[in-house]
């Protein structure tokens, strides 16, 4: 699994203009099959396309942009892209979905890089102020994997990873992120299933308990403020 070290955007530069994007293009076009094989060829060519692009993808710009194809459908945040034998058609077409796709998935890490900076705890919090963070982050990022994918298929997936990598992103060791983790949700969230926010808001309470010992406050008016800016981002 993906470690956000590799991901954050902060550590992978990315630089990218009117130049990279033409030369981009022109790769892509290169690797389009002129005959595509459709149904009737099981779609090998256009699998074949996604693969050879998603090489070039990935010795271009670095692991960073491996996501670029994790399609919503498939619990992913891209909606430009869905996979070989519903995005390859054109040079043209696939190159511009390819290139749209990639720039869509750099703004999200970009978007969850800020998201985990503003949610994280502070560095002095007491144990108690740590488990109201905690929880908030925790019911904030399932919920926004939730609407991002729509509860498709492996949308618990994306919920499972996005916290992984806040926990990290905070000094977490990876390995103890992913136990806490697994240990919150337990199997609770399921493909095209929405959950009820009464279950997120326990998977969240989960996590701060089992990681500081603490139940969040109940009480939340002191954070009222704090609250309803996360609410808007």
């Known amino acids: ?16 203009d009117e130049d990279e994007e033409a ?11 002129p005959v595509l094989s459709g149904m009737a060829g099981w779609w090998q060519g256009e699998r074949w396309c996604e693969r050879q692009v998603d090489a070039i993808i990935r010795e271009r710009y670095g692991n960073w942009a491996w996501g670029w194809n994790w399609c919503c459908r498939h619990g992913g945040p891209i909606g430009s892209w869905v996979d070989g034998p519903g995005s390859v058609t054109t040079p043209d077409e696939t190159a511009a979905r390819v290139v749209a796709a990639l720039l869509e998935w750099r703004e999200w890490l970009e978007w ?9 705890p502070p560095s002095d ?8 963070h905690l929880e908030r982050a925790c019911v904030r990022l399932v919920t926004y994997a939730l609407d991002c994918s ?83 981002c």
Request: charged share 30%; hydrophobic share 40%; aromatic share 10%.
């Open 150 to 232: 729509g509860a498709e298929g492996g949308w618990h997936g994306q919920a499972s990873m996005v916290l992984r990598w806040f926990l990290t992103s905070t000094g977490m060791d990876q390995a103890e992120a992913g136990r806490a983790v697994d240990s919150a949700i337990g199997g609770r969230f399921k493909s095209w299933i929405s959950p009820e926010q009464t279950l997120i808001d326990s998977v969240g309470e989960d996590l701060a308990v089992g990681l500081t010992g603490h139940v969040p406050y109940r009480d939340h008016r002191e954070r009222a403020a704090l609250e309803e800016f996360h609410d808007r």
């Open 125 to 132: 919090a007491s144990p108690e102020d740590r488990s109201w």
């Open 23 to 33: 030369r981009l293009r022109s790769l892509v076009r290169e690797w389009v099959p």
């Open 1 to 16: 699994m993906r470690g956000w070290n590799e991901l954050d955007p902060a550590r992978n530069p990315f630089t990218w």
């Open 112 to 120: 969850m890089a800020e998201r985990f900076a503003e949610l994280a």
